[in-house]
C-alpha cells in the first residue's frame, strides 16, 4: 500500500508571466505525487518543459495556476528557510566554485541550521562526514573542487544536498556532463540514497537506458500527450513510451527498451536464428544496411534467407543461388555491400 505522498499537485499550469497579465504556459493540467523512498525519472524532449516543472518544485518560480502541497501544505506557505530544509536542489550548472575544497563546499550545505554565520558544531561535521561516505568521496574531503573529476564533483553537489538533511531532492539532468561509467555510477547511488535514506528524489535525465533499468517511478513529460506517471514497467507496457516523442521520428523498442529510428529498408531479408540475443545483432546489422526483416519460416522464395547458429557460423543462401558461408559480422557486411 502507497504511504501518503511528501509532495502533491492537481491540475497545475506552469510557465512564465510576460508583464503583469500576460502568461506564457508550457504545460497544464498536470497531477502528480511523490513518494517517500523512490527514484523517480523525468523523462521528455527538450522543450517539453522539464526544467520548468522542477524549478517550479524548488519554488524558483511560481506556478501560473494551481498549486503544489510539501507534506500537506501549500509550497508557497514555506518560507525560504523552512523549504531549504525541505527540497534540496542539484542543478545542471556546472559549479564556480573551484576555489573550494570538497569539504568546505559540502559544508555549505549546513545553512539552513547553522543560521547566518555557518558556525560548525560537533554533530554538523558528523552529517558532513556520513554524507561523504554514502557518496563516496570520503577520501576526497582535502582535495579542491576544480581538481575532481567530473562525476566526483556531481558526488560532492548530491553530498551538499544531503546534509541539508532534506526528505525531497530534486537534480535537473545529473548525469548530463558524465561518461559511461560515472553516468551508470551517479544513477545507482541516487537509487540506493532513494532506498535506504527514505529519501524522495525527483531527476530530469536524458538517460533513458539507466531511467528505465533503475527508476521506481517514470513521469513522462510531452508537449502534446502531457504527464504521464506510473511505475516503469506499467508505462512500458501501457504504450506510452510511444507518446513521449515524435511517434514519425523514432519508435520504441518493447523487448529491447530503447528507442529507434525507422528502417527505411528497399530490401527484405528472411532471418533464421535460435538464439534471440544473436538475431537482435543481426537484425541490427541487416537494418544498417537497409534490409527489412522477415521471420523463418516466411513462407516466400522470393527473399535470401540469413541462417545464424553462433556469431562465427553463418550463413547467407541467396534467392534461387547456392549457400555461402559467413564468418563474422564483417564479412556478413562486406557480402551485402557487393550484392547487385
Known amino acids: 500500500m502507497q504511504n501518503n505522498p511528501i509532495i502533491r499537485s492537481r491540475d497545475l499550469t506552469i510557465g512564465y508571466r510576460k508583464g503583469r497579465k500576460e502568461t506564457n504556459p508550457i504545460q497544464q493540467h498536470l497531477s502528480f505525487e511523490l513518494h517517500r523512498g523512490e527514484l523517480v525519472c523525468l523523462l521528455g524532449p527538450n522543450g517539453a518543459g522539464k526544467s520548468t516543472l522542477l524549478r517550479t518544485l524548488a519554488s524558483f518560480q511560481p506556478p501560473l495556476t494551481g498549486e503544489v502541497q510539501l507534506e500537506g501544505k501549500p509550497l508557497s506557505d514555506y518560507s525560504e528557510k523552512e523549504r531549504s530544509r525541505k527540497i534540496g536542489v542539484v542543478l545542471t550548472d556546472r559549479t564556480q566554485a573551484g576555489g573550494l575544497t570538497v569539504y568546505e563546499l559540502i559544508s555549505l550545505g549546513r545553512q539552513p541550521h547553522t543560521g547566518f554565520f555557518g558556525r560548525l558544531h560537533a554533530r554538523d561535521h558528523k552529517i558532513i562526514e556520513e554524507a561523504m561516505s554514502s557518496v563516496g568521496i570520503e ?9 575532481l573529476s567530473d562525476g566526483e564533483r556531481q558526488k560532492t553537489m548530491i553530498a551538499k ?6 526528505p525531497v531532492i530534486l537534480l535537473d539532468e545529473p548525469t548530463a556532463f558524465l561518461d559511461v561509467t560515472s553516468r551508470i555510477e551517479i544513477m545507482q547511488l541516487l537509487h540506493t540514497l532513494a532506498y535506504r535514506q ?7 535525465t536524458h538517460d533513458i537506458e539507466q531511467a528505465l533499468i533503475l527508476a521506481d517511478r517514470l513521469w513522462l513529460l510531452s508537449k502534446t500527450e502531457g504527464l504521464r506517471c506510473g511505475v516503469t514497467e506499467d508505462l512500458i507496457f501501457d504504450n506510452s513510451m510511444d507518446t513521449l516523442f515524435d511517434r514519425e521520428k523514432i519508435k520504441f523498442d518493447l ?14 531479408i528472411i532471418v533464421e536464428a ?9 537484425i541490427n546489422v541487416l537494418n544498417r544496411n537497409h534490409y527489412i526483416c522477415l521471420f523463418y519460416p516466411y513462407p516466400s522464395t522470393l527473399y535470401p534467407i540469413l541462417k545464424l547458429k553462433t556469431a562465427r557460423e553463418m550463413s547467407f543462401l541467396p534467392s534461387g543461388g547456392e549457400k555461402i558461408p559467413v564468418h563474422s559480422f564483417e564479412e556478413l557486411t562486406d557480402l551485402l555491400k557487393s550484392l547487385p
Not at 527514505?198 to 530530469?204: A, D, F, H, P, R
Open 274 to 282: 535460435e538464439d534471440e540475443t544473436l538475431k537482435h545483432w543481426a
Open 255 to 268: 523487448t529491447q527498451g530503447n528507442y529507434y529510428p525507422p528502417i527505411r529498408g528497399d530490401r527484405h
Open 161 to 166: 544536498a544531503l546534509v541539508q538533511e532534506c
Open 139 to 147: 577520501n576526497k574531503f582535502n582535495n579542491y573542487v576544480a581538481e
Open 198 to 204: 527514505q529519501k524522495t528524489i525527483l531527476l530530469s
